[in-house]
DNA sequence: CGCCTGTGTTTGGCTCGTCTAACTGTGGGA
DNA sequence: TCCCACAGTTAGACGAGCCAAACACAGGCG
């Protein structure tokens, strides 16, 4: 049943032109997806076969039940993550609808209701004035480092912790030891032994040793380089 | 100097592997991106001519000085979305390393430092136990409707609005006009005027005319279906 | 009525990513 | 030392998706 993302986009913009209140023809597809027309003419030739609309030559463009249905669950999820995007991340249209072009054809649905529930939810704390969420803003708005595992910094090299990516026990333990994000961390040395190799290093005076699959979930804001 | 997405996934499998102490194999690969050896060894083949890797006849696979900042960037978007995904949004384990497998290839540098800064943030709260996520939380954790823009309301339906998906003047004349989630509207009925059509409904007892703009950003839930 | 313009189709060709099946190299053990 | 198991490669094929160029059709206008 899993559709081809291309495929799914032909299937969109049918919709979205049916929506606009014309009937899709292939000259405005072939404009609309950036492709030529002969590309939309095979294209057509594929959704025919697999029941999702009908086209016989030169004849009208018609989603087909099955088809449309699909097609509205593709252009819900897309408006909904670029306005997702756009809002909430504050990405540009631009980038906003790249995203939510790829991420369209991947979520299924009771993650999409998850994602729905989480803008519904920022959005009434944007109407309620939320003050947390105008540091949030302030936040997004300034630049911001992009870090690097532990296991991939340089030999000697430290930084200030950024942020964990582990789940539970990992997660856990690290959080026991004292990791958070904004701690020091200085002197990193990766040395051979277990599989992965050992890294030791200095936080808070204290002498650590990692495995890799720690060393992998502690990620280093580097400190400026000169 | 875009790369496909495709040996995007190949460069960032190497340097996997080399994370975890091996040198990458043509069969490592293989079971890691879940093709055959064949299609490893022809992706190889593009990855050398692009001069990304190195790879002689039998000989070992090695990231050059360029693959390997390639590499890392993916790898690190991939990391950093799937731990969003996960820890924001709740998203199950596999369901994230899908998107973010997709999304990885897709952001550019400026997206991902704007949505680091979001996970901090949220993560920051989060640590300061701000009593606002647990509400969140407890909203994602029920199931969510998923709306319906106006236009494709049936003839006759109505609903409860659930989201505004439009920016500057069109967001503020409908705010402006009383339009917000939880509002009511009944009676909808599409005719047709100008292009795309004319909608008119009911809200708070006023009969109201939507082109086809308007009535696409204005979500609706619709009523429990009997 | 016939012609012209523009819409739609066909043809042939390309790349990427994938496969199966057959082949070739390599290195460790008997 | 030689041979075998397995790692890696090559050959040949396929579908999806794209293109350019040539062709076919349809509808409006003179």
Redesign the pocket.
């Given at each position: 049943m899993s559709?081809?993302?291309?495929?799914e986009?032909?299937l969109e913009s049918v919709l979205e032109i049916e929506m606009s209140g014309d009937i899709a023809?292939?000259?405005?597809?072939?404009k609309n997806?950036?492709?030529?027309?002969?590309?939309?003419?095979?294209?057509?030739?594929?959704l025919d076969d697999s029941g999702l609309l009908e086209?016989?030559?030169?004849?009208d463009?018609m989603l087909t039940a099955a088809g449309r249905e699909k097609a509205l669950a593709v252009y819900r999820r897309h408006e909904f993550l670029s306005d997702f995007f756009v809002r909430i991340l504050g990405f540009t249209r631009e980038r906003a609808q790249n995203v939510a072009c790829v991420m369209e054809h991947e979520i299924d649905e009771s993650t999409e209701r998850r994602l729905a529930a989480f803008t519904d939810a920022l959005a009434l704390a944007e109407r309620n004035g939320e003050a947390w969420l105008d540091e949030l803003k302030g936040r997004m708005d300034s630049p911001h480092e992009l870090p690097v595992p532990l296991c991939l910094m340089e030999d000697g090299s430290g930084g200030v912790i950024a942020r964990i990516t582990a789940q539970y026990e990992l997660r856990k333990r690290l959080n026991a030891a004292g990791f958070a994000p904004g701690v020091d961390i200085s002197d990193i040395r990766k040395t051979e032994g277990l599989p992965g190799g050992v890294f030791t290093f200095n936080m808070n005076g204290m002498g650590i040793r990692f495995g890799i699959a720690e060393a992998s979930a502690v990620w280093l804001y580097q400190p400026e380089r000169v």
């Open positions: 559709l081809t993302a291309r495929v986009d032909y023809t292939v000259t405005q597809l072939a997806l950036g492709v030529t027309k002969a590309t939309v003419t095979a294209a057509l030739k594929r086209h016989e030559r030169y004849g463009v």
